[in-house]
């Protein structure tokens, strides 16, 4: 299959009086909220063949599930591993555990309406058998109701993917750089701005793609190869500005939370439709020509 190019209820005093809630229903019910028939994969690869960009955003909670699911020009909402950071304050993804993702996946599911709904696996929860692996990503399926899951890899997890799809879970993959294996990486650095790994970039998509995986996310790369590749996708907390850690280049500020969360949504996927964003001098990474003129020589040799 090929992939389309690319996130407190707290009352002081029970009683019978509206006036005592401090959080209650909108008026109207969902009246707020603007309809979408249900993204699928199918319209995915619609979007795709349409040349239609596909606009993602994370969320890790109900309400910025709800902000996700207001605007109709958003088609993915992801539960990003990046939560273990951004919402519960530990020092890296990998200390993220399947019950917390599950907590946090299964909040977002009951906010999101159209968007389509993935979250990643965490780390080690895809590291041990393949059983283990599936029984997991079963978990966190049937717990939280989400509708695909995302793993980090290249080639090693090729097999997983093929299992996962082969068991009706659709599986995201994610190439480039790999938050997840920060420490072996050395810290968050850019991949694919020379031949070798640009070229070990460029493979393992190919094999994520035979293995069964419906979209790909590739981060932190050259935006030479990421048009040779696919699209980077953005998290929330990045484009919203509530992340107070570092700001990757590929990130811009569309709004800034405290002043009115809907138009930042808006402002991303208007600029995600319209083709304005990443901006390719001031939101992308580069590879020297010289490496990307012998990638290219060396690619059609193949």
């Known amino acids: 299959m090929s992939w389309p190019y690319l996130a407190r209820i707290a009352p002081p005093t029970i009683r019978f009086q509206r006036r005592w809630m401090s959080v209650r229903p909108k008026e109207g019910g969902d009246s707020g909220i603007q309809k979408r028939e249900k993204v699928t994969i199918q ?47 530990y020092k890296s993804t990998t200390q993220l555990t399947l019950d917390e993702m599950i907590h946090h996946a299964k909040a977002v599911a009951r906010g999101t309406t159209h968007p389509l709904l993935v979250a990643d696996m965490p780390f080690g929860s895809y590291h041990g058998s393949m059983n283990d692996t599936v029984n997991n990503a079963v978990r966190m399926v049937r717990e939280s109701q989400i509708e695909a899951v995302k793993l980090e890899g290249g080639e090693e997890i090729a097999d997983l993917v093929h299992r996962l799809t082969s068991v009706g879970i659709p599986v995201m993959a994610h190439v480039g750089l790999l938050p997840q294996r920060h420490v072996a990486f050395s810290g968050y650095k850019v991949q694919g701005r020379n031949v ?107």
Not at 259 to 266: I, L, N, Y
Request: glycine fraction near 6%; charged fraction near 25%; hydrophobic fraction near 40%.
């Open 196 to 302: 070798a790994s640009a070229k070990r970039t460029v493979k393992a998509s190919k094999l994520l793609e035979q293995a069964g995986a419906f979209s790909m996310v590739v981060e932190a790369i050259p935006k030479e190869l990421g048009r040779y590749i696919t699209e980077n996708v953005l998290v929330w907390d990045d484009a919203m500005g509530t992340w107070l850690g570092h700001k990757a280049k590929f990130v811009r500020r569309f709004a800034n939370l405290q002043t009115a969360r809907e138009v930042g949504v808006q402002s991303y996927a208007n600029a995600v439709k319209d083709g304005s964003f990443p901006d390719p001098q001031r939101e992308s990474y580069t590879i020297d020509q010289t490496e990307w003129t012998r990638f290219l020589e060396e690619m059609d040799k193949e």
């Open 43 to 89: 319209t995915l690869q619609t979007l795709r063949e349409s040349k239609v960009p596909i606009s993602m955003l994370t969320a890790y909670d109900y309400s910025t599930a709800l902000s996700c699911s207001s605007n109709p020009a958003i088609d993915i909402t992801l539960v990003g591993d990046s939560l273990a950071q951004v919402c519960l304050g």
